[in-house]
């Protein structure tokens, strides 16, 4: 299935919950009664109360013939260019962080299927010293995807880990060193200060490597998750989100506010739960996917 087509699959429930309001406007008279459902409905998909607004207020003060198309422009205008969009060079370290629940481990063994696609020698650290399962489920990963990986279920230090895991990655010549952290909420003050002791390690011992952060988030939680990037922002550098679980939700407008809000661009979303699913993050076929133009 090409790109485009799993983003408009899993889109659906959010294309679903505001279709009816878009229909309308290609074949009613736009009026206060429509524009209230559009409101309503744009809102409840989390595509953001200043966004909306904006387009309540051009449709209102604009004769169009092609309503749709306006918010379609007024969408776009409101994600980030490619050019904004960070990339994963080589001889990055990658931190995936995120609180418990988002799919981090899983999304961690999907980018590295992505990237290694391109062409990029991957290799796995996994620092996660808290959760059990966290060590072994990333090993099959790692077996599954043919990977290297360092991990140390008996360690309760993560900075101890990567350590081993960079210098491992060194010795490999490793492209890219994916790194899966412990789910934490920004009031750990623990776990937020052992992921700057992780940033610093790598600053300090393997300058070589430039440091891209990626905040999973998982899109069932709409406003809730602008919330959590909000506070992981404050205490910590985040370059960019990956949103997961897309497939499931009907709040998928949520790319609107993490950027127009916090400046975060969405880099991936995750539409499903194959090795396969999870996708570079397109602001076209994004916002078509959400408002059906093409239905």
């Known amino acids: 299935m090409k790109i485009g087509a799993k983003i408009f699959k899993a ?9 009816a309001p878009l229909k309308a406007l290609k074949r009613k008279k736009i009026d206060e009664s429509l524009l209230y459902q559009l409101e309503d409905s744009l809102i409840a998909s989390d595509v953001g109360v200043n966004t909306t607004e904006l387009i309540i207020e051009k449709l209102t003060s604009n004769k169009t013939d092609d309503p749709v198309g306006l918010i379609r422009e007024i969408l776009i205008k409101h994600l980030p260019y490619h050019t904004d969009i960070p990339v994963i060079p080589p001889k990055s370290v990658v931190f995936l962080v995120g609180v418990n629940g988002t799919g981090k481990t899983t999304t961690v063994a999907k980018l590295a299927n992505l990237l290694s696609k391109q062409n990029l020698k991957i290799f796995l650290v996994g620092a996660d010293t808290y959760r059990a399962a966290a060590s072994a489920q990333l090993e099959e990963w790692a077996r599954r995807l043919n990977m290297k990986i360092v991990c140390n279920a008996q360690s309760s230090d993560p900075s101890a880990v990567l350590f081993d895991g960079l210098k491992s990655a060194v010795k490999n010549n490793s492209d890219v060193v994916i790194v899966d952290t412990a789910g934490r909420l920004h009031t750990y003050k623990n776990l937020m200060a052992e992921l700057e002791k992780m940033v610093r390690l790598v600053n300090q011992h393997f300058p070589e490597f430039s440091i891209v952060s990626l905040l999973t988030i998982d899109a069932n939680l709409g406003q809730n998750s602008l919330i959590q990037a909000r ?19 009907a709040r998928g407008g949520i790319a609107f506010s ?27 076929e994004y916002v078509k996917s959400i408002i059906g133009i093409d239905e």
């Open 231 to 249: 506070e992981f922002t404050r205490l910590f550098k985040i370059d960019g989100v990956i949103l997961t679980k897309m497939d499931g939700t």
């Open 11 to 19: 889109l659906s429930k959010t294309r679903s919950s505001i279709s």
């Open 258 to 284: 993490l950027f127009e809000e916090l400046k975060i661009p969405v880099m991936y979303i995750g539409v499903g739960e194959k090795l396969d699913d999870l996708i570079p993050f397109d602001a076209n």
